[in-house]
């Protein structure tokens, strides 16, 4: 049998289909293609064509588009647009992830949560632990957008004044410093170790004098016949322009969060572990082991002096304050 011979006239694929007859005929499917057919070239849409990234975190593997990542945070941008040169850059394989040291796999599970939500709820519905871990990565990779939008939500879940206090320290919030403070102001219970722990003691000697001044002006609304002393709770004063004017250029990050920092460090010195949530009753031993603390946390020293004594000073009067007042 001799073997077809390639020609320039066009050719065809033929198949042959069996029937139920006994003759079968055949059939012409279509065009064979040739090398000189132009190729297609298809466009990549702008919007909705994603490069995908893989990240390790902890001993997990994550997959996920990366322009989310490259859209909202600087710090991944930058990374990103960094040249690579004959090297393969990080993340494009199981075998050579994009490795995030030091980060939490919950956290990073909340903010994937967020960022791509499963279904279409609007707006994204997440718990006060997961809109904490939004804030606190959003805040690390400077993902401007979605910190804000952490910081609208965040308060409506928080029902502890002080603790809104403490977040808005640790997490440089201060829009959020007045209200937690009104909030704190207007409580009816009274400033108690917890919330010494979560705004340290200069600010809760600072808070302690602008309740009197307010449960004073609180109770004078019930008539002048009323002492002062005999109304305690919950008081519906505005005292917002109180704050701003005790306060004053106290209202910084730094200075609260020295504050907390100090507090902090001679609490867990000088008192047990266990949290009471009875007023503070410093005392001379307490308040010793504020002293001691010299370690740097979160960037502040707790071996300056001068600021040291002073937060000594006014702890033994928050103390004594707490004492002979029990708000």
């Keep these: 049998m001799d073997l077809p011979v390639a020609s320039d006239s066009p050719s065809f694929e033929v198949s042959i289909v069996l029937g139920p007859s006994k003759q079968s005929e055949p059939v012409v499917t279509r065009p064979a293609v040739h090398s000189d057919v132009p190729k297609v070239v298809y466009h990549h849409n702008a919007d909705y064509y994603f490069n995908s990234i893989i990240f390790l975190v902890g001993n997990e593997l994550f997959n996920v588009p990366r322009h989310k ?34 980060i939490d796999g919950v956290d990073f599970c909340n903010l994937l949560k967020y960022l791509y939500p499963k279904g279409i709820s609007t707006p994204v519905l997440l718990t006060l632990d997961q809109w904490l871990a939004v804030l606190k990565l959003s805040t690390l990779w400077e993902m401007e957008n979605i910190r804000k939008d952490a910081i609208e939500n965040i308060p409506a879940l928080v029902d502890d004044p002080a603790r809104w206090l403490g977040l808005a320290i640790d997490f440089d919030v201060e829009v959020w410093f007045v209200p937690a403070m009104n909030k704190l102001v207007q409580r009816a219970e009274p400033i108690s170790m917890a919330d010494l722990l979560h705004i340290g003691i200069e600010c809760a000697l600072k808070i302690a004098a602008i309740r009197e001044v307010c449960h004073s002006n609180h109770a004078r609304g019930y008539g002048s016949s009323i002492l002062p002393q005999a ?25 609260l969060l020295a504050d907390k920092v100090i507090t902090a460090s001679g609490v867990n010195e000088a008192v047990e572990p266990e949290i009471s949530s009875e007023p503070f009753r410093a005392t001379p031993s307490k308040m010793s082991g504020l002293k001691k603390k010299k370690k740097q946390r979160n960037g502040v020293s707790a071996s300056d002096s001068s600021m040291l004594n002073v937060a000594i000073r006014n702890a033994w009067t928050a103390g004594h304050f707490l004492n002979t007042h029990p708000d």
């Excluded at 960094?82 to 494009?92: I, K, R, Y």
């Design 69 to 102: 990542f490259e859209s909202e945070s600087v710090i991944f941008r930058s990374m990103f647009d960094l040249p690579s040169g004959n090297a393969t850059p990080d993340g494009l394989s199981d075998e050579q992830p994009l490795r995030l040291d030091g």
């Design 231 to 255: 109304v305690r709770g919950a008081v519906t004063y505005d005292c917002k322009d109180r704050i701003r004017q005790e306060f004053k250029e106290y209202l910084t990050t730094p200075l």
